[in-house]
Each structure stands twice: as C-alpha cells, then as structure tokens.
Nanobody, 127 residues
C-alpha cells in the first residue's frame, strides 16, 4: 500500500509560483495513476490535475489549465505540480492522491476514484 507525503506549500503573492511535491513510498510507483486535488475552507475537495501511470497522459481542471503542469519522476517516486500565475482563489490545502493503474485513468475524476491520499500541504495566495 502506497504512502504519500506532500511538500512545497507556502505563502505566495498573487502572480507568483509554487512547485508542490508528493513523495510516494511503500508501493511500486509505476503501478499508480497520480493526481492532485485541493480543498478550500468551506468547500468540497476538487480535482486539480492528474497524470497516468506512464506519464503519457495528463488532465487538468479548467481552473488551472494553462497555469499548472503535473509531472512525475519514477526514479524519485515523486509527482510534482508546478503552479504559475497564482491567484487568491488558488488558496487551499492541496492533496496528492493515487489510483491503481488496473483501473481506468479518467478525465475529471471524483474524489472517490482515488484510494490513497497524503496529508495535504497548505497553499496561500495573497492579493
């Protein structure tokens, strides 16, 4: 069973950039599709970006498309989320999640489609 640990969150001014990392352990990294979700105060957790087990396919929510890039490094068992041109509405706790590759890699997945979760990292964007 894979364990996920996020890092890289912090406080940044609007227009700035952050790169989130998610280190996976306890499982074979390439057995999993990986995704980022976020949850703002008082709101439901929402999909941000996902990358297939091979890295060959990526999906993004409209809210971050063009401003964010998801990537994975199999040598480091790590998935990244590079976020640019950050806006105050990007403020949220960002969660890394994993889904076994035996299941389909779906566009705009729901929270329930991912079985393994990290503890989250806070991103705060000031205006």
């Amino acid at each position: 069973q894979v364990q996920l640990v996020e890092s890289g969150g912090g406080l940044v001014q609007a227009g700035g950039s952050l790169k989130l990392s998610c280190a996976a352990s306890g499982g074979t990294f390439n057995n999993y599709h990986m995704a980022w979700f976020r949850q703002a105060p008082g709101k439901e957790r929402e999909f941000v970006a996902a990358i297939s087990w091979s890295g060959g396919t990526t999906y993004y929510a409209d809210s971050v498309k063009g401003r964010s890039t998801i990537s994975r490094d199999s040598a480091k068992n790590t998935v990244y989320l590079q976020m640019n041109s950050l806006k105050p509405e990007d403020t949220a706790v960002y969660y890394c999640a994993a889904r076994l590759r035996i299941y389909s890699f779906t566009y705009l997945p729901g929270v329930r489609e991912y079985s393994y979760w990290g503890q989250g990292t806070q991103v705060t964007v000031s205006s």
